[in-house]
């Protein structure tokens, strides 16, 4: 466990998959299967693994910035670990009538450009992509308005959760889209 937490910084930056933090984003990714095993049989055990993802999306980011182990790697595999749980928990949703498929698609679309992007960043610039606050806000309200769908919640109050809930996807979207697209703009241009 010491050579996960100790590694040197010249391979945390090249991209070592083998540190704490990013073991921490595999881990969330995983929590997908109970997360909807736990939703699907109606087991109060889904409340952990929702709290474990949450914590694991805080945690990892943290651990990489205090340790000094942020890697072009870690800010990939983050996102795509994001992207497993909430596509995961959202096509269950989907497909059980809870979701319309535009906001399946919106979120799908989201992180694909996303992704495009941070690729792009990362090929014509020093820049490693990083999360935004609004994104994480966003995972955190998705989190309660799938509670809120497993646990019958008034549908005035899932109206709210989920309208905000896609303002903070729409805002995360762009301010990740301008983060990200500016860099690779004034790279290509200069």
Not at 170 to 183: E, I
């Amino acid at each position: 466990m010491r050579s996960l937490i100790h590694c040197k910084r010249e391979q945390c930056v090249k991209g070592s998959i083998f540190n704490l933090p990013n073991l921490i984003s595999l881990l969330r990714a995983f929590t997908a299967f109970p997360i909807i095993y736990g939703i699907k049989h109606n087991q109060p055990i889904v409340f952990l693994w929702v709290g474990i993802a949450v914590i694991t999306d805080w945690l990892d980011g943290f651990l990489a910035r205090r340790l000094e182990m942020e890697s072009t790697v870690g800010a990939i595999i983050d996102p795509i670990a994001d992207f497993v749980v909430i596509a995961s928990v959202m096509t269950f949703f989907t497909l059980h009538g809870y979701i319309s498929q535009s906001l399946w698609w919106l979120m799908f679309f989201r992180y694909l450009t996303i992704f495009i992007a941070a690729v792009i960043l990362i090929n014509y610039t020093e820049q490693n992509p990083k999360s935004n606050l609004l994104g994480k806000c966003s995972v955190c309200v998705f989190c309660f308005y799938a509670l809120g769908i497993w646990l019958s919640f008034n549908q005035l109050l899932m109206t709210v959760i989920l309208c905000i809930f896609v303002t903070l996807l729409l805002l995360s979207w762009v301010q990740y889209l301008r983060t990200y697209a500016l860099p690779i703009l004034k790279k290509i241009s200069s």
